[in-house]
């Protein structure tokens, strides 16, 4: 940290109650956004509440610091960065404040998302209309600030339409209250606003024939200030000023909107084009009809969203050049599918060709089908070779009707740059967004950026659109603002200058004397090395894993285009369980992926990547695989985490307590020789206080019983640990910590339902356990050293005709992702190809019709969690489906999200909230669930499930076996309950 950033950092904390950083970590990880764009800023300040932002406005001013206020960070010009101060309202400020549901009104803090702020209005059946693709992650103070519209604009208006009044920060410091008053007679409450309100009203009138003919026609949405839409008669609305204006003119620290109530009826369809102006002209029969909605794709959207998912190549032919997608919403179901028909016969006797789908009327099929246009723009990144589409010329608005004629002179302008690029559309409203092909790291490529940006820009006001019609004007659009505004610039000019006369407020976006080009500040890859650092002692460098397979390290971390979909709080997803509770950026797997490219670049210098607090940092991922699972670019987050931990762990080594729980197989090894003693230890409070001091184990984490007699004993007498010669089907079994050391019975269940199946079972005794949680901490080369035999002698075993199977996801986890990239060889690739989890693979024997049925009824009801790891293995879920197989056996899904333990992480005294925190939706499904039992694969899930009840929780395997008659010790074990520190 430099002297001038510590400076700043100690006076800051004296003076707000939020959290100041102004180190080079946290420094990194908001110089950027989805955008382009990296500028480091110099502090990062995340208020508790409008007297901070007050306090650290009067601080810039005071010091002549610029200002950035910042939501999700999801922005694609790069409107929420800069060099000075950013003010990030999503950690804190991000409260629903009230709701008028008779009066359609809300009042909230800027820093809560849509998607938050719609399942709070949802029950109360009102909603948000406004809907951005990010709209899961964007903040409402971001979408007010760029006067945001979406693929519903024709049912729901801009943002700005819906701000009735605000609570802000001018540019002094003042807090103000921002609403409609008489510029004739003011009264704002404060004398300056006062002032501002009587200037701004006089000078709007003086200019109103400017105004009133702007350079565009006939779009939704201006460009710069929205100066058309603030003055009615002698009143001037100050509020709405502010909405477009990104953050130039002061900072909301409260808004008051209009909701809608929540249509009756929505129906939707698709309809797909042989030719690009087909569909652009029935766009046109769309808008004219008032749809709610009307996208637009091109033939390559088409085909990617084909490629990326199963689902969507089923749906959509292959030869389209355009799709459309149409919503009508109605008040009653049968007359909006009515209209829907209509309208489609309307197109389809202009174009005979048109090809459609049936209209969709269920709520789950038409999220799906609108996840194409939300969706499948974030996954391009997925997309190999080094070009990808990069977001410039992304937010173009012209007439509807001219929309044809446009599009063909986008496509000359690409074709005489020999440049290929995806086009998206909200049709309805002629916003066009193009994404070229480009590779950001080539200089030929860059100044290909620079001249179609100006040749489509300069299309863009020739054909009298803005080019800024839906988004922010920001970093890459505010140099031509100038030529877009033409006499209107000077109008809003003089307005920047009353609101900010130093010009502190976000300066370089809209109004700005030095506007940057669409590829200065660019992010990089690379820099120079810094001549002091080379003198240091040699270290660990980057990279420390293998990273010499499809990918490297640096091209992972560039796959990560900043999106922010990683901090949604949706329910129906699960990344990320950290950030979820805290909210705070570093907990995001996004900043986990920035650090890794300011290491990379030299940003973030070599003793950093090693100092515990970017450990600290590395340490909120607990590596449950979500966001590789569910990020729309599948960057292997977990990965790159390892290597920020093999870092620190190769300098600094592991703490004594991770050394233990690293081992806590020798720990139960140990255990299991005394277990009578053991498992009173760790019921007895007293011994579990002296546990918990002694190894970090949490006093109050219940934990699992001690067996009489290991799994692999067992297994020894009963001759599996023999290998067979026979040609028919044959599994090696894995085991785990937990079906070895605690409970055995999940491992005679395992071989109970194969020798069921006629599927012989080995159970080689050379086995371990297969390191995971070392992994997780980081500690690789040690993993690698006890690996490499095992994984020779399971490459044998598979070479022999054996598939291996494992009945703890993790262990399946490891073996099947872990091992082949973190320490790749023929053996490890052999391996995960022939890899399965237990349940999975009875599935897939279902589905070979070989699994055999002769179930017995089971008349009890259970509440079934599918684990993290689980769902990185196994899209198809098949725990779930095979109790489902069961007759009489009632299988509620918990739908609760993460457990919270991950492993050992869960049974830490440091974690132990923080678990309970991420798996409380899942303690409480057992609280309140009428069904008699849970059911989970993950060991560890196990426990959180048991944490709070007392009924039990059984792994679907035993109650396979048990429904096979095969296994009757069950029975007792769903009849148990229990209410002491150990568990079965």
Known sequence: ????????????????????????????????????????????????????????????????????????GTGLAGQSLGSGIILDFSRFMRRMIDLDAQNLQVRVQPGITLGDLNRQLATHGLVLGIDPPMRAVTTVGSLVAIDALGSHYPRYGTAGSHLLG?????????????????????????????????????????????ISSPPWKGIPRGCGYRLESILEDDQIDLARLQAGAEGTLSVLTELTLKVDRIPNARALVLLLFEKMELAASAAL???????????????????????????????????????????????????????????????VRKAPSTQQTAIIVDDAERDFVWRLSRRIIPQLVRLGGPQKPISFVDDLSIQPERMPDFLFEIQNILKSERVTATLFAHAAQGNVQLRPFLDPNSEEDIQKLLRIADKVFEKVIEFRGVISGEHAVGLSRSGYLRQQLGELYPICRQVKTWFDPDGILNPGKLITDAPQRPIDNLRTDRKEPDPEELKQPARPMLPILDWSGEKSLEATSRQCN?????????????????????????????????????????DISGPQSESDQMRQIADLCFHCHQCRFECPSQVDIPRMVVELKAQHT??????????????????????????????WAMGNRSMRWLLEKSTGIAMGRRLPQIAKQSFLRWAVKQKLNRMSRSGSRKVLYLVDQYANWHNPWVGKALVEVMQHQRVEVYVPTWQTVTWMTKISLGDVERVKRLIVPQLRRLADAVRQGYTIVATEPTAALCLQHEYPNLFPSDDATLVASNTQEAGHYL???????????????????????????LRALDIEYSGTKLLELIPGLNVLQADSGCSGMAGVYGLKRENYRNSLRVGWGLISTMQKT?????????????LQMEQGVDKPTIPPIALLAYAYGRLPEVKAWIQARHDSLVVP
Request: glycine share 6%; hydrophobic share 35%; with cysteine.
């Open 650 to 679: 190769a300098t600094n080594g592991l703490r004594i307590t991770d050394r233990l729980l690293s081992r806590i197989d020798l720990l139960t090894n140990v255990a299991s020789r005394f277990p009578r003693l053991a498992n």
């Open 843 to 869: 599935w897939e024997m279902h589905n070979r019709n070989e699994l055999e049925l002769d179930f017995k009824p089971l008349n009890i009801s259970v509440v079934y969690h599918t684990p993290c790891h």
């Open 285 to 347: 029969e769309a808008r004219k009809d008032e749809v709610a909605a009307c996208d637009l794709m091109d033939r390559r959207l088409i085909e990617i969203a084909r490629e990326l998912d199963s689902r969507y190549e089923a749906m959509l032919p292959r030869g389209c050049e355009a799709l459309l997608l149409i919503e009508h919403q109605g008040d009653d179901l049968t007359e909006v599918k009515q209209r829907l028909v209509a309208l489609v016969q309307k197109i």
């Open 562 to 602: 900043g999106c922010g979909r990683c901090r949604t709080n949706a329910p129906t997803e699960r990344m990320c369980p950290l950030f979820r509770i805290s909210r705070s950026e570093e907990a995001s797997p996004r900043a986990k992926a920035n650090l890794i490219r300011g290491l990379l670049s030299g």
């Open 930 to 942: 009428p069904a008699q039992i849970g059911s989970t694969e993950c060991a560890s899930c196990k």
């Open 166 to 210: 605000a609570r802000a920060v001018l540019a002094d410091g003042q807090q103000v209250e921002l609403a409609k008053t008489s510029w004739h007679y003011p009264n704002t409450g404060s004398s300056k606003l006062d002032r501002i309100a009587s200037d701004l009203g006089r000078y709007l009138t003086e200019n109103k024939e400017t």
């Open 1 to 72: 940290m430099e002297a001038e950033q510590a400076r700043i950092q100690a006076d800051l904390r004296g003076i707000l109650d939020g959290e100041v950083f102004c180190d080079s970590l946290h420094s990194q990880m908001y110089a950027s956004d989805a955008s382009l764009y990296q500028i480091a800023p110099m502090a990062v300040v995340r208020p508790r509440h409008a007297n901070d932002v007050a306090g650290c406005i009067k601080y810039a001013v005071e010091n002549g610091l610029p200002v950035f206020p910042r939501g999700g």
